[in-house]
């Protein structure tokens, strides 16, 4: 006969009572005050109560009998996660404070999984960005780091949950861990399948592709996607975007315009027939893609990345009459954002032949918004090329840029390095701030950018020709070829998404690497 004066009996009664099958809940709620009458301190029987009471759907007495537990135990998590189930039951907007405190507590899975559903929702709705509830409860919080790393613990425990693994493929793409993102979806996707075609698993699928596009894995992006039902938009997009990267043009135009008949909105419509002009142009319809961009101009929802493109179009053409048009139609409606705006200005201008007005254009921008480090980067990136004798502005500017962005600083570091060429800074002028040590620098923070080495070359051939102007023996001959070949390999990668990029690099490289063969007095070699 057991003892009937021990509380801890008496609680596991009531769990017993209250379990799947049996669900007997007076006897469970009976045993839960037996249980307290005996220790009126036992945290245990007060969350137990509580998540009975909860599971009656009884908030106030579930929220009175957690508030006790976590006055008896604050480092309880049971108790944490029943108000967090209550918070969100209610509709508070404490429901996702109440799950991150739960993790920082403890790894419990109902913790954790109800934190990164909440985390994931909220990067999911993209009209809170501005809210004082997003700032804090994903920006000042780090919620997506911390979600990410409490989620990886959870996969760890538990393998067998196909939804924490689309969870976390989903934060570790905000995160922009690529591979890590292609893991957990494909662990997604593997858990799914053997229960055959749903709609989770055709989730996971249009996930699992988006994963590899993102990793550059076209052929095998274009195989998920083609398993998929393609009925849904997302799907067939999806999959026109992977035969686009593949290479597959024509399948990808076929795709897009069997999207057209699945979208639902026109602004849906705007964005696929931009999506089929940008194809248009890579093919070489230059007057197709016309048609489809104005097509995007005269719906009832135009979209702002139509006159982007619009206007792209009319500056690759030389055709100023329509970058203008577009451009001032894309001013007037406001949705582009300011960099966009100010790039497509000065492009126009350039194209117009009024260099000093693509400075002045840049500088203004920068003066209105000194806030913003993709200003101060494109201002150090058009100086050099447009208003060379600004250069010492220009380098201001890129280290501007380089110390208000980690992001951007590393390309900034770039820009500064070509203005201070651009003004002639060679370590016989200044020994510790010339254009060579900047150039180097910016090599160690992105050595798998080509333009990086070419301005490296050009760098060199500054301080060589500094040196035989100065009388003294060039001390940098003999890196053109390693140069030339490490731009070589660099730019592959690039030409698969940009290729008259990656050939006028080495074009430009090649030219330099003739100049400083010959300066050396190397002429058959430059031959």
């Known amino acids: 006969m057991l003892d009937s004066t021990k509380h801890s009996y008496w609680n596991a009664?009531?769990?017993?009572?209250?379990?799947?099958?049996?669900?007997?809940?007076?006897?469970?709620q009976h045993s839960f005050i037996k249980s307290l009458n005996m220790e009126a301190n036992n945290v245990v029987a007060w969350t137990n109560l509580g998540a009975l009471y909860l599971k009656k759907e009884n908030i106030e007495l579930?929220?009175?009998?957690?508030?006790?537990?976590?006055?008896?135990?604050?480092?309880?998590?049971?108790?944490?996660?029943?108000?967090?189930?209550?918070?969100?039951?209610?509709?508070?907007?404490?429901?996702?404070d109440l799950y991150r405190h739960t993790t920082e507590l403890s790894t419990h899975t109902e913790g954790v999984k109800g934190y990164a559903f909440w985390v994931c929702s909220t990067l999911l709705d993209k009209t809170n960005r501005e809210s004082e509830l997003y700032r804090y409860n994903i920006v000042q919080m780090n919620?997506?780091?911390?979600?990410?790393?409490?989620?990886?613990?959870y996969a760890e425990r538990i393998q067998t949950d196909s939804s924490a693994f689309t969870m976390l493929g989903y934060l570790n793409e905000h995160l922009n861990l690529k591979n890590q993102a292609v893991w957990a979806y494909l662990r997604a996707v593997e858990l799914l399948q053997p229960a055959g075609p749903s709609e989770e698993l055709s989730f996971a699928l249009r996930n699992y592709g988006r994963a590899l596009c993102n990793t550059g894995q076209w052929e095998q992006a274009v195989r998920i996607y083609s398993s998929t039902p393609?009925?849904?938009?997302?799907?067939?997009?999806?999959?026109?975007?992977?035969?686009?990267?593949?290479?597959?043009?024509q399948d990808s135009v076929s795709a897009y315009e069997k999207a057209l008949g699945v979208a639902s909105s026109e602004k849906e419509r705007a964005y696929i027939l931009t999506a089929l002009a940008l194809l248009q142009h890579r093919i070489g319809n230059m007057d197709a893609a016309k048609t489809l961009l104005f097509k995007c101009s005269v719906l009832k929802e135009p979209i702002a990345e139509s006159l982007l493109?619009?206007?792209?179009?009319?500056?690759?053409?030389?055709?100023?009459?329509?970058?203008?048009?577009?451009?001032?139609?894309?001013?007037?409606?406001?949705?582009?954002?300011?960099?966009?705006?100010?790039?497509?200005?000065?492009?126009?201008?350039?194209?117009?032949?009024?260099?000093?007005?693509?400075?002045?254009?840049?500088?203004?921008?920068?003066?209105?918004?000194?806030?913003?480090?993709?200003l101060w980067a494109l201002l150090s990136r058009l100086v050099p090329r447009y208003y060379p004798r600004k250069a010492a502005g220009g380098a201001v500017a890129g280290s501007v840029a380089c110390h208000s962005s980690m992001t951007l600083g590393k390309k900034a570091l770039l820009y500064s390095g070509v203005n201070q060429l651009a003004r002639g800074r060679h370590s016989g002028?200044?020994?510790?701030?010339?254009?060579?040590?900047?150039?180097?620098?910016?090599?160690?923070?992105?050595?798998?950018?080509?333009?990086?080495?070419?301005?490296?070359m050009a760098a060199c051939h500054t301080e060589n020709t500094a040196c035989v102007l100065s009388g003294s023996a060039p001390r940098r001959r003999g890196l053109e070829g390693m140069l030339m070949s490490r731009v070589a390999e660099k730019v592959k990668p690039l030409e698969a998404v940009e290729?008259?990029?990656?050939?006028?690099?080495?074009?430009?490289?090649?030219?330099?690497?003739?100049?400083?063969?010959?300066?050396?007095?190397?002429?058959?070699?430059?031959?």
């Open 230 to 249: 393609q009925e849904e938009l997302y799907d067939i997009t999806g999959l026109a975007l992977a035969y686009f990267r593949a290479g597959l043009l």
């Open 62 to 96: 579930s929220h009175e009998a957690f508030k006790i537990a976590q006055s008896l135990e604050p480092l309880y998590v049971n108790c944490w996660i029943g108000q967090a189930l209550i918070a969100e039951a209610v509709g508070s907007y404490d429901t996702m």
């Open 13 to 28: 009664l009531g769990v017993v009572a209250m379990s799947t099958g049996i669900e007997n809940f007076a006897l469970a």
């Open 309 to 374: 493109s619009l206007c792209a179009l009319g500056l690759v053409r030389g055709d100023a009459t329509l970058a203008s048009a577009a451009l001032a139609e894309l001013l007037k409606q406001g949705g582009a954002a300011v960099e966009e705006r100010c790039l497509l200005t000065c492009a126009l201008l350039a194209l117009q032949g009024n260099y000093s007005a693509v400075q002045r254009e840049a500088a203004r921008a920068v003066h209105s918004n000194p806030g913003n480090p993709s």
């Open 499 to 527: 290729k008259p990029l990656g050939q006028a690099l080495q074009s430009w490289v090649l030219q330099q690497a003739v100049i400083a063969l010959k300066q050396a007095g190397q002429h058959s070699e430059a031959v």
């Open 429 to 456: 002028e200044d020994p510790r701030r010339n254009a060579l040590k900047t150039i180097q620098r910016a090599a160690l923070l992105c050595p798998d950018d080509p333009a990086v080495w070419a301005a490296l």
């Open 143 to 153: 919620a997506v780091s911390a979600a990410q790393v409490a989620l990886c613990k």
